[in-house]
């Protein structure tokens, strides 16, 4: 039966302002999907870049943000049954290709999966998208190994602390940076860091910064940095990646401004600087370049079992909700997203 629902749409790219929350049908599943009643959602920094008009993964026109949430399946589509994986009132976590601000959502059961036990659903939303963003930047593409030494940016961030705690249960050692002094504290207090490794970010002696750094962990340079902020501070942590390593980059949070809409001669001046790498002197130097975009995954479903299995075996414990809102005040929690001030992962409760 349809079942009416409410959702968070922007009619098009372009401006956070651009958010509207309206009433709708909902469908009833089709084939191959369960309908999920969402009791938590959680907010990535692609919801901001997708509703400025500056993810190329956006849909054109109409379309309701959101990459992931946790809720309880009410109805199964045809077909999605006889699976055996899935039934009403099985609570689940749900990776989505945008549409999860949203009451109730239809989902394809490949991207369904049970949530953890215990964990409540704020947790179980906070997890799929950061939690495998860090593990595949980190070990398919990083191979980090025991022993490594690992330069992680916005370390206090969603991907940042599950990517910590990968680290930890791989046995390397991660240097965090840091754009404020309460996530440094945080890192330290609250994550074991030793204050030398954690670095609060200042773009102007950035490199003197990460000399001081490596010297206090005892390491010669990176075997891998996971970078998603780009801009001043890629060239100087690329410098010091020792042979062999591998620089993982995923976005560039250094692009965002802190209005409703891009600010397009910024961008267009970032965009001009971006850095550029010789690819002769990589091959001399024994060291490159890996880049990624999370919807690779989401387009081989096929590979998400053993993906989440991985992350599970190596970030068992709920992620580190820092800040929930109510459904209704979405923009508002968007906001506080965008300030770059936030700890951990926020996430939108019904
Ligand atoms: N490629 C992919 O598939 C993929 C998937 C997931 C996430 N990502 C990227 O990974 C990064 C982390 O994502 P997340 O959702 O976990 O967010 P987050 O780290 O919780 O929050 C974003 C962080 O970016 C840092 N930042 C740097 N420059 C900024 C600026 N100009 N304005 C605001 N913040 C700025 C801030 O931390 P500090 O100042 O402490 O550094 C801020 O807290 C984002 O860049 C995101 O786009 C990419």
Redesign the pocket.
């Known amino acids: 039966m349809t079942r009416q629902r409410t959702v968070w749409r922007l009619p098009r790219a372009g401006s956070l302002d651009r958010l509207e929350r309206r009433d709708e049908a909902l469908p009833d599943p089709g084939p191959g999907e369960a309908r999920v009643r969402v009791e938590a959602i959680g907010?990535?920094?692609?919801d901001l870049?997708a509703a400025q008009g500056l993810y190329s993964a956006t849909p054109r026109g109409p379309f309701v943000p959101g990459l992931e949430c946790a809720g309880v399946v009410e109805a199964l589509g045809p077909g999605s049954a006889a699976s055996g994986r899935l039934a009403v009132g099985d609570r689940v976590i749900a990776l989505t290709r945008f549409g999860a601000y949203a009451t109730a959502l239809n989902a394809g059961v490949t991207y369904l999966r049970p949530a953890p036990a215990g964990w409540s659903a704020a947790q179980s939303a906070a997890w799929p998208?950061?939690g495998l963003?860090a593990w595949y930047g980190l070990v398919p593409l990083g191979n980090v190994q025991p022993g490594k030494v690992v330069l992680v940016?916005?370390?206090?961030?969603?991907?940042?602390l599950l990517a910590l705690e990968i680290l930890g249960a791989l046995g390397a050692r991660p240097v965090a940076?840091?754009?404020?002094e309460e996530?440094r504290r945080f890192l330290v207090a609250e994550r074991g860091l030793s204050p030398g490794a954690v670095v609060v970010?200042d773009p102007r002696r950035f490199g003197a910064q990460l000399d001081d750094a490596l010297a206090a962990v005892g390491a010669p340079g990176f075997d891998c940095v996971l970078d998603?902020?780009l801009?001043p501070t890629f060239r100087p942590a690329f410098d010091r990646l020792r042979p062999e390593g591998r620089y993982v980059l995923?976005?560039?949070?250094?692009?965002?401004?802190?209005g409703a809409r891009p600010n397009y001669l910024r961008l267009a001046v970032e965009y001009l600087r971006r850095p550029r790498l010789d690819p002769l002197a990589m091959i001399s130097d024994n060291r490159g370049l890996l880049a990624?975009?999370?919807?690779w995954l989401w387009e081989h479903a096929d590979r998400l079992p053993a993906a989440y299995a991985e992350l599970e075996r190596l970030a068992p414990h709920p992620p580190h909700v820092g800040a929930t809102f109510a459904f209704d005040r979405a923009p508002e929690a968007l906001r506080l997203?965008?300030?770059?001030?936030?700890i951990?992962?926020?996430v939108l409760e019904l």
């Open positions: 907010l990535n920094f692609a870049f998208v950061q963003t940016q916005s370390a206090a961030g969603g991907v940042g940076v840091v754009g404020r996530k970010r998603a902020v801009g995923f976005g560039a949070a250094d692009f965002m401004t802190h990624f975009n999370l919807i997203l965008q300030s770059g001030g936030t951990g992962k926020v």
